[in-house]
């Protein structure tokens, strides 16, 4: 069984696929750009703020499944530039624990969605 996960705290989906799924105890949640849920402003001149707005984005996601960053097992971070690592790597470890931290993948790609510098998708567990 799974079940949609949805909040308008999030950006809505811009495509065929859901914010995220929760299969049993596990949420699958759908890479999140910087996009501001509110005003629907997308955020990319300075990457600090990007990121934040990203892992915001992944934050009220967590919440509407019960969950918390602490909870989430595996992430997966994309990026444009490898030479924006350190800036989003610091916004992007403010959020864990650095003991229970999840496992994590960082890859450079050629393009992602809107042009964004980065994009970020996690896994979780209840």
């Known amino acids: 069984m799974k079940k949609i996960i949805f909040t308008e705290k999030a950006p809505a989906p811009i495509g065929p696929y859901n914010q995220a799924v929760l299969s049993g105890n596990t949420l699958y949640a759908s890479g999140q750009i910087a996009i501001n849920p509110a005003s629907g402003e997308l955020i990319t001149d300075n990457i600090n703020d990007e990121t934040k707005q990203v892992m915001e984005n992944i934050a009220a996601i967590l919440e509407a499944a ?14 444009m ?18 003991k229970t931290a999840p496992a994590r993948e960082t890859v450079q790609v050629a393009c992602l969605p809107k042009n964004v510098n980065v994009e970020i998708s996690i896994i979780a567990v209840k």
Do not use: L, Q, R
């Open 66 to 79: 019960d969950m918390s960053f602490e909870n989430v097992v595996k992430a997966t971070i994309f990026i």
């Open 81 to 98: 530039d490898m030479n924006n690592f350190g800036a989003i790597n610091t916004v992007y470890g403010s959020y864990f624990n650095e």
